[in-house]
C-alpha cells in the first residue's frame, strides 16, 4: 500500500466513490443513520454509476451486523457479473471465511466495522491472507458534546467510550489498507463533510482516508480534497436522486487543480 507521501509526489487522483446502502436487497438512504427511504436496485445503480464515470463503489449491508446474518455472497456475485470497476462490500464480515467467500465472488475489498473494533486482530488476519490493499476499516464517529468524535458500532447504534484517533491509527498499525470515515453528525445532512477530523486522519495516517457523511454540493467534495486531503469522497444520495452527476462533478473538481480520472 503507497502511503501518503507517495501519493502526494506522485499526484495520484482523488476518488469519487458512490455508497450503496443494502436493506432486504435495496439500497436506501437515511439521514443520520434514520429516516430510510428506498433508492432502487444496487446492481442496476452500480452498473450506472460505473457507465458515469465512478472510480470504485462501496456496497454496505446497513442490517447484516445487527440481524447476525452473513455476507453478500449473491449479491457480489450479481454485482461483479455487470459492473467493470472496483468494489468494496461490508455488512457482518467477521472472520477470513467471511472475506473469502465475497472475495471469491468478485469483491475487491471487505469493509469491517463492529467487528474489527470487538476483534481487532481480525484486521491483521484479513491483511495477512489477502493484503492490506483488500481491507477497508469502516469508522462510525460522532462528536459529542465535549467537542472529541466517538466510535460508534452497528450502524451507529451503540456509543463507545474510544476517540476517532485512537481507534483509526490502532487500525492502521493493524494493517488497514483504508479508512472509512463517517460522521454521524454530517451524513445526510448534505451540510458539507466533517473536515476537521479528516485532516486530522488524513495527515496524520500513512494510508488512505476516505471522507463519508454530508456530501451535498460540488463546493463540499472541492473542500473535502484541498482542505481536509482526502483521498477519497464517499456520497450515496446524491448520486441516487441524480442531484449531482459524477461527469459533471469530475469536470468541476478538474477545473480547480484537483487531479481525477475524467
Not at 432502487?40 to 462501496?58: I, K, N, R, S, T
Request: charged share 20%.
Amino acid at each position: 500500500m503507497e502511503t501518503k507521501q507517495i501519493q502526494t509526489v506522485s499526484g495520484l487522483t482523488k476518488r469519487i466513490i458512490p455508497c450503496l446502502d443494502i436493506k432486504d436487497g435495496r439500497t436506501v438512504k437515511g439521514i443520520h443513520f434514520e429516516q430510510i427511504r428506498d433508492a432502487g436496485d444496487p446492481v442496476e445503480l452500480g452498473a450506472f454509476y460505473a457507465e458515469q464515470g465512478a472510480d470504485e463503489l462501496v456496497f454496505l449491508d446497513i442490517t447484516a451486523t445487527v440481524e447476525k446474518r452473513k455476507t453478500l455472497k449473491e449479491l457480489a456475485n450479481r454485482i461483479a457479473a455487470h459492473i467493470n470497476i472496483p468494489f468494496t462490500v461490508g455488512g457482518g464480515v467477521s472472520s477470513v471465511e467471511d472475506a473469502s467467500v465475497l472475495l471469491h465472488n468478485g469483491a475487491d475489498k471487505v469493509s469491517i466495522n463492529t467487528a474489527a473494533y470487538k476483534n481487532p486482530k481480525l484486521i491483521t488476519q484479513l491483511a495477512n491472507e489477502f493484503g492490506s490493499q483488500f481491507v477497508v476499516v469502516a469508522i462510525d464517529i460522532k462528536q459529542e458534546s465535549d467537542g472529541n468524535w466517538y466510535v460508534y458500532l452497528n450502524g451507529g447504534r451503540t456509543a463507545t467510550n474510544t476517540l476517532c484517533t485512537t481507534w483509526a491509527q490502532q487500525a492502521c498499525e493493524l494493517g488497514a489498507g483504508e479508512i472509512l470515515l463517517t460522521s454521524m453528525n454530517h451524513d445526510g445532512a448534505k451540510q458539507g463533510f466533517a473536515l476537521d477530523i479528516t485532516r486530522t486522519l488524513s495527515t496524520q495516517l500513512p494510508i488512505p482516508v476516505i471522507a463519508s457523511g454530508g456530501g451535498g454540493t460540488m463546493q463540499h467534495f472541492e473542500a473535502v480534497f484541498k482542505d481536509a486531503q482526502a483521498d477519497a469522497a464517499l456520497a450515496a444520495s446524491i448520486f441516487h436522486f441524480k442531484e449531482i452527476a459524477i461527469p459533471a462533478l469530475k469536470e468541476y473538481l478538474y477545473e480547480r487543480n484537483i487531479s481525477v480520472r475524467l
